[in-house]
């Protein structure tokens, strides 16, 4: 289905709504390679329009591309006897007291993670301001589940690029 925008506003608290402006696709969750969800940051807020029955406003707000952010990930899995995974991998970018939430690492019809493999995502989240660090994890599923992680490069936008080395 295709979201516009979705408004939001506290319950017992109607004088102001949270517009978040999406303007994308969703697939239906299980879809190989297809997101069934993306993360959404506030557009704008505003009084609530009382006389409108669903409470919306009557026409969208202006998609404001500079809300997001593209983040290019690279993670390097070692060159070491069975250092790849089988396993969902999942990775959190941290900025300057913001975070991206838990955003999943796949790629539909390629294996990722393998031996000596540079496996490359971009992930497009809400501005996060000076990264800190990542956290990256997998959930311990499939039989080759172990991993021997190099490192996570993450390149913001079309600038700088940081390395996280991991041990």
């Known amino acids: 289905c295709h979201i516009n925008q979705l408004a939001v506003s506290r319950t017992g608290q109607t004088e102001t709504e949270f517009l978040f402006v999406c303007n994308h696709w969703l697939s239906l969750p299980g879809t190989p390679g297809r997101k069934s969800y993306r993360k959404l940051g506030v557009t704008s807020t505003q009084a609530v329009n009382p006389d409108h029955p669903a409470r919306l ?31 969902n991998v999942f990775i959190t970018l941290y900025g300057a007291g913001k975070d991206s939430g838990k955003q999943a690492l796949v790629k539909a019809g390629e294996n990722l993670f393998e031996r000596n493999q540079l496996s490359t995502f971009e992930l497009e989240v809400a501005d996060l301001g000076v990264l800190r660090k990542v956290r990256i994890e997998h959930d311990n599923s499939g039989v080759g589940a172990s991993w021997h992680c190099e490192s996570v490069r993450v390149t913001v936008g079309e600038g700088e690029t940081l390395v996280f080395p991991c041990n």
């Open 57 to 87: 406003r009557a026409t969208p707000a202006p998609y404001l591309p500079a809300s997001l952010t593209k983040y290019t990930v690279a993670v390097k899995t070692g060159d070491k006897f069975s250092a790849g995974t089988d396993a």
